[in-house]
C-alpha cells in the first residue's frame, strides 16, 4: 500500500540558510499535517491543510511557511535556519472525515550547521 | 491550552504486563490516539478512542474516560521489540482537526 513519502530524508544546510521540504500524502487523503520533533522531544504540530486550504496553525516560527497544492502534496518553507531548527520533520495525512488515524512519512532529518 | 501527561520512562520484563497512564486538559476535545515511536522511525497509530471504555487490538488495549480526562494504554506479553517510545496524543478540533502530542513514555523492556 502506498505510504506517505517524504524529500529528501537528510538535508544539511547552514545558519541563516533556506531549506524546502515536501510530502506527498496517501493518494485521497485530503488533510496534510507538519510536525517538527527534536532529540528527545515529541513531535511538535507546527500546520495543517485541508483541501489545499490551512486549516490550523500551532507553533510553527515566522521564518516558516507552507502551502498545499492543487494535487495536494505539500512543501515547508524555511527561511534564516537556526540551529535549534535542526529536527526531524513529519509530514502526516489522514483521509477524508477521519478521526482515528494519522499516517505519517518516514520524516526528513534536517541539521543546521 | 492543550495539556497532556504521562510517565517519562517505564521499564518492565519480558512477557509481563505495562500500563502507561495519560492524562490531558483540552478544549475541542474529540478523542485519545496512542502512537508507538521506534528511535529514528516514524510514530505508528496504535489505538484510538472516542467513547468511554476498553480498546483491544491484539496485545495491545487502550482505555479512555471522558469524565476524567484520562486514558490508559495496556501492553500484554510484552516483547523485547515493544521497546520504544509512546505517545499518547489528543485529537481536537479548534477551527480545525490537529492531534496534539504527550512528551512521551519511554518504555523499556529487559529479558
Known amino acids: 500500500a502506498a505510504g506517505v513519502i517524504q524529500s529528501p530524508r537528510h538535508l544539511i544546510k547552514e545558519k541563516r540558510e533556506t531549506a524546502t521540504l515536501k510530502c506527498y500524502p496517501i493518494p485521497r487523503h485530503d488533510t496534510v499535517y507538519w510536525y517538527q520533533q527534536g532529540p528527545g522531544q515529541d513531535p511538535q504540530f507546527l500546520i495543517s491543510f485541508y483541501e489545499k486550504m490551512q486549516s490550523d496553525k500551532g507553533s510553527i516560527p515566522d521564518r516558516f511557511s507552507a502551502q498545499q497544492f492543487s494535487d495536494y502534496h505539500s512543501e515547508l518553507n524555511m527561511s534564516s535556519l537556526e540551529l535549534g531548527d535542526s529536527a526531524l520533520y513529519f509530514c502526516?495525512?489522514?483521509?477524508?472525515?477521519?478521526?482515528?488515524?494519522?499516517?505519517f512519512g518516514e520524516g526528513s532529518r534536517l541539521t543546521v550547521l | 491550552g492543550q495539556s497532556l501527561e504521562q510517565p517519562s520512562e517505564v521499564t518492565a520484563v519480558e512477557g509481563a504486563i505495562v500500563q502507561i497512564n495519560c492524562t490531558y486538559q483540552?478544549?475541542?476535545?474529540?478523542?485519545l490516539s496512542w502512537y508507538q515511536q521506534h528511535d529514528g522511525g516514524a510514530p505508528t497509530f496504535l489505538s484510538y478512542n472516542a467513547l468511554d471504555g476498553l480498546e483491544e487490538t491484539g496485545r495491545f488495549s487502550s482505555f479512555l474516560s471522558r469524565s476524567d480526562s484520562y486514558g490508559y494504554l495496556l501492553l500484554q506479553e510484552l516483547q523485547m521489540k515493544d521497546s520504544a517510545s509512546y505517545f499518547c496524543a489528543v485529537r481536537v478540533n479548534t477551527g480545525g482537526f490537529k492531534t496534539i502530542f504527550g512528551a512521551g513514555t519511554r518504555l523499556f523492556v529487559k529479558a
Open positions: 502526516a495525512s489522514s483521509p477524508p472525515l477521519h478521526l482515528r488515524e494519522l499516517f
Open positions: 483540552t478544549s475541542g476535545f474529540y478523542g
